[in-house]
């Protein structure tokens, strides 16, 4: 039978330093994201939604935070979700313009407080442990990410730099709780991309499972 072995994205932090900027306190917490990205999928008496679902969760968490959220999206504004989640404060963005070469994706990221982590609801519903390569980018920046638990808080614990969220008030905690100490979960950020998250440590982490 065949055994799945599962691993960390990596990241390497030294290529991303030369192009880290100046933030402020107004910088937002972002994320980048498809609006769907696949169907709803009944299966076994679950249905395992994709980012929509997780998204219509967090709509009201930018009036609870009392800050914008950015996220880039392919979101379009003739969707009856574009006005409610700009009312509640999301700022959107066109994925196609933040995403159009890697220098503009990146400053985006750079640019960023941290990430908004907002997992797939079918990666939440079956725990499978999804972690981005997106999000271990921001850790590469020292920013902090707030990550859904997907069920990667089992192989991995959470600590300064990487916290894990369920639903919309964890959310405001978390984001809070990284701003009221955020140099120590930006350094804790930093710390794991060069650790955990750097190509040694994901492929120590394979070898000692092989």
Partial sequence: SQEWIPIFPPV????????????????????????????????????????????????????????????????????????????AGWRILPAGGVCKDVDTYLGFLAGSRGE??????????????WISDRSVTYLGFGRPVLLQDTGWTAALPPQPGLMPFRNTDEAVHGIKSIE???????????????????????????????
């Fill in 12 to 87: 390497i932090a030294r290529y991303w330093r030369d192009r880290v900027g100046a933030i402020s306190p107004k910088s937002p917490w972002s994320t980048v994201s498809h609006w769907y990205g696949y169907n709803d999928l009944l299966w076994d008496g679950h249905t395992y939604g994709g980012k929509r679902n997780s998204l219509l969760e967090l709509r009201e968490l930018p009036k609870l935070l009392g800050a914008p959220i950015a996220i880039a999206t392919d979101l379009e504004r003739s969707w009856g979700d574009y006005e409610e989640f700009e009312a």
């Fill in 116 to 129: 908004l982590g907002v997992a797939k609801q079918g990666y939440i519903v079956s725990r499978g442990g």
């Fill in 180 to 210: 009221a100490d955020y140099s120590t979960h930006s350094n804790g950020a930093l710390s794991l991309a060069e650790t955990i998250f750097s190509p040694v440590g994901v492929l120590t982490l394979l070898l000692r499972k092989l």
